[in-house]
């Protein structure tokens, strides 16, 4: 397989996503050229809807922990049958905040039980992914440290081989530590061709972010990998998750099997506000959520023993992206528009 140029190459090397976004359009081309040019190409019809380069058209796999904490999972399952990103993959994992996987994965089974049964369509049955936080090796070298091989990881490579496209990359949305998606590029160097890494993660900084807390504490060596070899972007925008369904509003869900699931969840989401998960799968399947955004790159390795992972510095041509600002109420609103159309 030919590889896109500069897809492996440390920070600073890559081309930024506007290059990267540019290709896409070229590849497109080309392959209606090849195809005998059978088709009309409309020139908008491969850029972006919002103001990143991958938008609802993109397939997504949502990679996260716990089910009960935020509405992560009812936003991928509900934008998938409303317009938003075709749902690809569900992995659940687990960490020091949703240690017992069992309970993890199966909140997420009975989420797309609850779904299936109020008429969503297109839903994967969600896996459950072990796999300890990555570690750095003695030499400093990403490609030198100890794979996983978790199931996370090779369903990420094998899906990536099935719908990552070049002009439509496959996403990888998270809510959680990026040690999936560090160990599907140890597994196989070449994913990083055919994906591109959207994170619910980190905070925003005077200089650009730092991937800290929250989710960038859980596996900082993991950070620094998918920050320095994948198309990366942050989203460290939140907005108040307890408004999507306020008490005052439980009334008005439908009475299907979803509506019940919500309402059995509302009461006990973590109060955390304003931090949501759900704004990696937003940033993608939402392309008006994405209200401010930046280039920035990795500024640094990490050291061992590190608790969070690398800076990222505003940088004009930087190969990774940086979200700043959402709109929360689109999201709501959409939210409710999809599922007020359930059966």
Same mark, same amino acid.
């Given at each position: 397989?030919?590889?896109? =140029?500069?897809?492996?190459?440390?920070?600073?090397?890559?081309?930024?996503?506007?290059?990267?976004?540019?290709?896409?359009?070229?590849?497109?081309?080309?392959? %209606?050229?090849?195809?005998?040019?059978?088709?009309?190409?409309?020139?908008?019809?491969?850029?972006?809807?919002?103001?990143?380069?991958?938008?609802?058209? !993109?397939?997504?796999?949502?990679?996260?922990?716990?089910?009960?904490?935020?509405?992560?999972? *009812?936003?991928? #399952?509900?934008?998938?049958? $409303?317009?938003?990103?075709?749902?690809?993959?569900?992995? #659940?994992? *687990?960490?020091?905040?949703?240690?017992?996987?069992?309970?993890?994965?199966?909140?997420?089974?009975?989420?797309?039980?609850?779904?299936?049964?109020?008429?969503?369509?297109?839903?994967?049955?969600?896996?459950?992914?072990?796999?300890?936080?990555?570690?750095?090796? &003695?030499?400093?070298?990403?490609?030198?440290?100890?794979?996983?091989?978790? *199931?996370?990881?090779?369903?990420?490579?094998?899906?990536?081989?099935?719908? $990552?496209? =070049?002009?439509?990359?496959?996403?990888?949305?998270?809510?959680?530590?990026?040690?999936?998606?560090?160990?599907?590029?140890? /597994?196989?160097?070449?994913?990083?061709?055919? /994906?591109?890494?959207?994170?619910?993660?980190?905070?925003?900084?005077?200089?650009?972010? $730092?991937? $800290?807390?929250? !989710?960038? !504490?859980?596996?900082?060596? &993991?950070?620094?990998? #998918? &920050?320095?070899?994948?198309?990366? @972007?942050?989203?460290?925008?939140?907005?108040?998750?307890?408004?999507? %369904?306020?008490?005052?509003?439980?009334?008005?869900?439908?009475?299907? &099997?979803?509506?019940?699931? @919500?309402?059995?969840?509302? =009461?006990?989401?973590?109060?955390?506000?304003?931090?949501?998960?759900? %704004?990696? @799968?937003?940033? #993608?399947?939402?392309?008006?959520?994405?209200?401010?955004?930046?280039? %920035?790159?990795?500024?640094?390795?990490?050291?061992?023993?590190?608790?969070?992972?690398?800076?990222?510095?505003?940088?004009?041509?930087?190969?990774?992206?940086? /979200?700043?600002?959402?709109?929360?109420?689109?999201?709501?609103?959409?939210?409710?528009?999809?599922?007020?159309?359930?059966?």
């Amino acid at each position: 397989m030919t590889r896109e =140029p500069g897809s492996n190459l440390r920070p600073g090397h890559r081309p930024p996503p506007r290059a990267w976004a540019r290709r896409c359009l070229l590849a497109l081309a080309s392959a %209606v050229i090849a195809g005998g040019c059978t088709q009309t190409l409309d020139a908008g019809y491969n850029r972006p809807s919002g103001l990143l380069p991958v938008d609802q058209r !993109n397939p997504i796999i949502l990679l996260n922990d716990g089910a009960y904490d935020n509405w992560s999972g *009812e936003y991928a #399952v509900l934008l998938a049958n $409303g317009g938003g990103s075709p749902l690809a993959g569900i992995i #659940v994992d *687990e960490n020091s905040d949703w240690p017992d996987i069992q309970t993890n994965v199966g909140g997420y089974r009975d989420l797309v039980a609850a779904a299936r049964g109020s008429g969503l369509k297109n839903l994967p049955d969600p896996i459950a992914s072990i796999g300890a936080p990555l570690v750095m090796p &003695a030499t400093g070298n990403i490609d030198d440290t100890q794979p996983n091989r978790s *199931e996370g990881a090779l369903l990420i490579v094998d899906t990536a081989k099935t719908l $990552g496209l =070049p002009y439509r990359p496959l996403v990888i949305a998270t809510g959680g530590a990026l040690t999936d998606v560090a160990d599907a590029y140890l /597994v196989d160097h070449t994913v990083t061709e055919r /994906v591109v890494i959207v994170s619910s993660l980190g905070s925003v900084t005077d200089t650009g972010a $730092g991937m $800290g807390s929250p !989710n960038g !504490n859980g596996d900082p060596w &993991a950070d620094f990998i #998918v &920050a320095s070899r994948f198309r990366y @972007i942050q989203v460290s925008a939140w907005y108040d998750q307890l408004t999507d %369904v306020p008490t005052s509003s439980l009334s008005k869900l439908p009475n299907n &099997a979803l509506g019940a699931w @919500i309402a059995a969840k509302q =009461p006990n989401l973590w109060q955390w506000s304003p931090a949501s998960d759900q %704004v990696s @799968i937003l940033a #993608v399947g939402l392309p008006a959520f994405a209200t401010a955004i930046q280039n %920035v790159s990795a500024t640094s390795s990490v050291d061992a023993g590190a608790t969070s992972g690398p800076s990222l510095a505003t940088d004009q041509s930087g190969p990774d992206w940086l /979200v700043s600002g959402c709109d929360g109420n689109a999201a709501t609103n959409r939210f409710w528009t999809i599922l007020l159309g359930t059966n």
